[in-house]
């Protein structure tokens, strides 16, 4: 059975850094997407970015390009998400998913299998 379990989250003020992890359990294949995504009060759940567990080659969405970096330790089996420069509508519940069938990644949400639970992640003004 696959799991998966966040923790990281917290209230930071804007311009400050958090790390989010992602504790992966079940899951042995070297092939898989590995996913972050949010939600926001009231808004639909987004992508934010992927890594391809196999090579580690990621993609970012264009308002986290530059301040989120997403890593993969397949020994450990975690996924990370170092979130630097943060901004108030960074502001969100953030979730870690994984696809391990995937023809390619993305940040659809709806081409995930298995998904955490969710951190809450507050920045303030």
């Known amino acids: 059975q696959v799991q998966l379990v966040e923790s990281g989250g917290g209230s930071v003020q804007a311009g400050g850094s958090l790390r989010l992890s992602c504790q992966i359990s079940g899951y042995a294949r070297t092939a898989a997407c590995l996913g972050w995504f949010r939600q926001a009060p009231g808004k639909e759940r987004e992508g934010v970015a992927y890594?391809?567990?196999?090579?580690?080659?990621?993609y970012y969405v264009d308002s986290v390009k530059g301040r989120f970096t997403v890593s993969r330790d397949n020994a450990k089996n975690t996924l990370s998400l170092q979130m630097n420069s943060l901004k108030p509508e960074d502001t969100a519940i953030y979730y870690c998913a994984l696809e391990p069938d995937p023809v390619y990644c993305t940040v659809e949400a709806g081409r995930y299998s298995y998904w955490g639970q969710g951190t809450q992640v507050t920045v303030s003004s």
């Open positions: 890594i391809y567990r196999y090579s580690g080659n990621t």
